[in-house]
């Protein structure tokens, strides 16, 4: 069984100043994603960024990017420039693609970052 | 296109009462999904089901039970409701190939079991 691990329950930031939010994960498998999704006070959850295991590339979106180091099984979030609209809770997901996976997600615990202005 | 819509939103149930929740999505996905988020759990999935008339048991199926009878529809039922099953319910659904696995989420179900 896959396991998520983000050790930070929650973190603060300065706006306009740069975060790293840290996840870890475990698994034997080789095929799979790994997702970033943002849940904020009107408790919807959107997807912020995702990266395709077998890409060497750091995925980005505008301010997000990751940080993805698939030997040291690692996936860590940098959002840049933050905004107040960043405020919410980041939960790091895992998805196995392969062996009848159905596509489901194994999510971390979460953390609560805050923008202060 | 309303994407992911769940009803009710918010339900207040007495131990031992019995409802469902419904999530609907129109955008003709194969697979659908049930998660409950505690505080400090993260998002755990209950069940999820491949497509039309299939189900199958996730992390957590306990105490809960769901039906596909449409592919746009996922039921989930709880028979006997008990505080352990007090919760935020999410229902997700995807398309896998064209949407790179992308989770679509509804906006959640706030349900609590005195």
């Known amino acids: 069984a896959q396991t998520v691990t983000q050790s930070q329950p929650e973190m603060s930031v300065q706006e306009a100043e740069t975060v790293t939010l840290s996840c870890t994960y475990d698994t034997s498998e080789s095929n799979y994603y790994l997702f970033w999704y943002k849940q904020p006070p009107s408790r919807q959850m959107i997807l912020v960024i995702r990266?395709?295991?077998?890409?060497?590339q750091n995925a980005t979106e505008n301010r997000f990017s990751v940080n993805f180091q698939k030997a040291a099984k690692s996936f860590s979030l940098k959002i840049s420039d933050s905004q107040l609209g960043d405020t919410a809770m980041y939960f790091c997901?895992?998805?196995?693609?392969?062996?009848?996976?159905?596509?489901?997600?194994?999510f971390g615990k979460g953390t609560l970052l805050t923008v202060n202005p | 296109n309303a994407g992911v819509t769940q009803t009710p939103k918010f339900r207040v149930l007495k131990t031992g009462q019995s409802m469902t929740l419904l999530c609907a999505q129109d955008m003709n996905h194969e697979y659908m999904y049930w998660y409950r988020q505690d505080p400090g759990m993260g998002l755990r999935l209950i069940h999820y089901s491949v497509g039309e008339g299939t189900t199958a048991k996730g992390e957590v199926p306990d105490g809960y039970n769901v039906s596909r009878l449409k592919k746009q529809n996922f039921l989930l039922g709880l028979e006997s409701a008990a505080p352990s099953q007090t919760s935020v319910y999410f229902c997700a659904s995807s398309y896998s190939r064209q949407t790179r696995h992308e989770q679509f989420f509804g906006p959640g179900t706030r349900l609590t079991v005195l």
């Open positions: 990266q395709e295991a077998y890409k060497q």
């Open positions: 997901a895992f998805m196995k693609l392969s062996g009848g996976s159905n596509y489901k997600l194994t």
